[in-house]
């Protein structure tokens, strides 16, 4: 499963030159940029956990198209920083395609999505029948194991999902993995009277707890973790209450979770975007939480596993909480471009995006206790991508005007990282992630290929450059 991939002559010579101070002399000398990879093939980053714990290597899948859209790769690859080595980690085979690799924070474990083997024409791939797994990028041999179980067949297994899951992030602990999921046995049912409708939902997979499933469908298969759903929509939200009929673009609040106001510590916390139905009938999204219990492997007001009717309910002790209510501002609603919410590291801000009075889309963070949004950048145009913090939580990187930039959270003042890029050949939305040192940010631009094509590339920059 774990390949070297030999380099091309073209990479040969750009890193001898690289490494001899000759190469990309004019981007280096403004901007610290480096470009990675340069095989003919696309290249996607997940929006968080591309760096490996000691920030050696940055995690990738080869998905075609440039916006990651189209779930077409069959390879996870890693690139070391400092060469642009690349090493293959595992191919998928039987027709699958697999991509969304994230690293763990404390080894050498990386966890991505993986669609059905051997697909048929009632079982392609789909939101519901895709599943998460495990590799260790240290093996030479080292297979994948299933992260969360399926059970297709009623009574339905705790601790199995019966559909998909999707953008897999580990902890800060490394121990439990945050997903989003949609149900293939609601789905399936296509609306049937008494059935509840799929919705996007909110789960965790926990380590040490192993499923196994009956044999009872082609596509059940065992899980090494244990799976639950932890937040909680409704079929039909009442108009301009705290119901929410989709949960999704979720973040572990914290590397340990956070200071509660009233004093204590909540160790396990999710923070995602709620879709409500406004008063008007129209809706929104907001940022809410799940504070999660240390077991969340007991019921509570319904089975963990679901049933033919009814969507898997949460575990018992899972509080969710509405944090933003943006109804009444002059653009309400989480806004901007696609993205996940992200926590600062010490669990105490929530950071989105959300367009200011003037209808720019700026930074935004809110406390886990609730409260009134912050705005923390000011810029005259709006943030462009998906964004990530500092190890330290002083900064915030991501995408403005086609370059890179970082805002310092204190001041409020923004620094370019990257020169202005060539109109359709800037830096890509969907990823702007910090090494875990703080030094360095991995992101995509597209590049054209010597032997023709524009392909997404991966590249770094200095954290701390100024290109003015």
């Given at each position: 499963?774990?390949?070297?991939v030999?380099t091309?002559?073209?990479?040969?010579f750009?890193?001898?030159v690289?490494?001899?101070?000759?190469?990309?002399?004019?981007?280096?000398?403004?901007?610290?940029?480096?470009?990675?990879?340069?095989?003919?093939?696309?290249?996607?980053?997940?929006?968080?956990?591309v760096?490996?714990p000691?920030?050696?290597?940055?995690?990738?899948?080869?998905?075609s198209?440039r916006d990651?859209?189209?779930?077409?790769g069959?390879?996870i690859?890693?690139?070391?920083?400092d060469?642009?080595?690349?090493e293959?980690?595992y191919?998928?085979?039987?027709?699958?395609?697999?991509?969304?690799?994230?690293?763990?924070?404390?080894?050498?474990r990386?966890?991505?999505?993986?669609?059905?083997?051997?697909?048929?024409?009632?079982?392609?791939?789909?939101?519901?029948?895709?599943?998460?797994?495990i590799?260790?990028?240290?093996?030479?041999?080292?297979?994948?194991?299933n992260?969360?179980?399926?059970?297709?067949?009623?009574?339905?297994?705790?601790?199995?999902?019966?559909?998909?899951?999707h953008?897999?992030?580990?902890?800060g602990?490394?121990?439990?993995?945050s997903?989003?999921?949609?149900?293939?046995?609601?789905?399936s049912?296509?609306?049937?009277?008494?059935v509840?409708?799929?919705?996007?939902?909110?789960?965790?997979?926990?380590?040490?707890r192993?499923?196994?499933?009956?044999?009872?469908?082609?596509?059940?298969?065992?899980g090494?973790?244990?799976s639950?759903?932890?937040?909680?929509?409704v079929?039909a939200?009442?108009?301009?209450?705290d119901?929410?009929?989709?949960?999704?673009?979720?973040?572990?609040?914290?590397?340990?979770?956070?200071a509660?106001?009233?004093?204590?510590?909540?160790?396990?916390a999710?923070?995602?975007?709620?879709?409500?139905?406004?008063?008007?009938?129209?809706?929104?999204?907001?940022?809410?939480?799940?504070?999660?219990?240390?077991?969340?492997t007991?019921?509570?007001?319904?089975p963990?596993?679901?049933?033919?009717?009814?969507?898997?309910?949460?575990?018992?002790g899972?509080?969710?909480?509405?944090?933003t209510?943006t109804?009444?501002?002059v653009?309400?609603?989480?806004?901007?471009?696609?993205?996940?919410?992200?926590?600062?590291?010490?669990?105490?801000?929530?950071?989105?995006?959300?367009?200011?009075?003037g209808?720019?889309?700026?930074v935004?963070?809110?406390?886990?206790?609730?409260?009134?949004?912050?705005?923390?950048?000011?810029?005259?145009?709006?943030v462009?991508?998906?964004?990530?913090?500092?190890?330290?939580?002083?900064?915030?990187?991501y995408?403005l005007?086609?370059?890179?930039?970082?805002?310092?959270?204190?001041?409020?003042?923004?620094?370019?990282?990257t020169p202005?890029?060539?109109?359709?050949?800037e830096?890509?939305?969907l990823?702007?992630?910090?090494?875990?040192d703080?030094?360095r940010i991995?992101?995509?631009?597209p590049?054209?290929?010597?032997?023709g094509g524009?392909?997404?590339?991966?590249?770094?920059?200095?954290a701390?450059?100024?290109?003015?």
């Amino acid at each position: 499963m774990h390949h070297r991939v030999w380099t091309p002559w073209w990479r040969l010579f750009r890193c001898i030159v690289w490494f001899f101070g000759l190469g990309m002399m004019s981007s280096m000398a403004n901007a610290r940029e480096v470009q990675l990879t340069d095989a003919p093939y696309g290249h996607i980053l997940t929006n968080t956990g591309v760096w490996s714990p000691d920030g050696r290597w940055i995690v990738y899948d080869v998905r075609s198209d440039r916006d990651g859209s189209v779930f077409d790769g069959t390879r996870i690859e890693r690139v070391w920083v400092d060469s642009g080595r690349i090493e293959r980690l595992y191919e998928s085979g039987d027709g699958a395609c697999c991509g969304v690799v994230t690293c763990s924070p404390v080894d050498d474990r990386l966890v991505f999505i993986h669609g059905p083997e051997r697909p048929t024409a009632d079982w392609t791939y789909a939101a519901t029948r895709r599943r998460g797994v495990i590799l260790s990028a240290a093996g030479q041999d080292a297979g994948v194991s299933n992260l969360d179980a399926r059970d297709l067949v009623a009574p339905y297994t705790p601790g199995a999902l019966r559909g998909g899951t999707h953008v897999h992030v580990f902890s800060g602990d490394g121990a439990w993995v945050s997903f989003t999921y949609e149900d293939e046995v609601l789905a399936s049912a296509g609306g049937k009277h008494g059935v509840e409708p799929n919705q996007r939902n909110v789960g965790v997979s926990i380590s040490g707890r192993p499923v196994r499933v009956p044999p009872r469908h082609l596509r059940n298969h065992d899980g090494a973790y244990f799976s639950v759903l932890v937040t909680r929509t409704v079929s039909a939200p009442e108009p301009g209450s705290d119901e929410i009929r989709r949960a999704f673009s979720d973040a572990w609040v914290g590397r340990n979770g956070y200071a509660r106001a009233g004093g204590g510590r909540q160790a396990r916390a999710i923070a995602f975007q709620g879709e409500v139905v406004l008063p008007d009938g129209g809706t929104i999204s907001e940022v809410y939480i799940v504070d999660l219990p240390e077991d969340c492997t007991q019921p509570g007001t319904g089975p963990l596993e679901g049933t033919p009717l009814l969507r898997p309910a949460p575990p018992n002790g899972v509080v969710q909480r509405r944090l933003t209510r943006t109804q009444d501002r002059v653009y309400p609603g989480i806004q901007g471009p696609r993205h996940w919410l992200r926590s600062h590291p010490d669990g105490s801000r929530i950071a989105f995006l959300m367009r200011d009075d003037g209808g720019r889309v700026q930074v935004w963070t809110v406390s886990p206790n609730g409260g009134v949004p912050v705005q923390v950048t000011r810029n005259n145009g709006d943030v462009a991508s998906a964004f990530s913090w500092s190890p330290d939580g002083g900064w915030v990187a991501y995408v403005l005007n086609g370059r890179v930039v970082a805002t310092e959270v204190a001041t409020g003042e923004t620094r370019p990282l990257t020169p202005p890029a060539e109109a359709g050949f800037e830096p890509l939305p969907l990823a702007v992630v910090y090494a875990p040192d703080g030094g360095r940010i991995a992101y995509l631009k597209p590049v054209r290929h010597v032997d023709g094509g524009v392909f997404n590339q991966v590249f770094w920059c200095d954290a701390t450059a100024d290109t003015d």
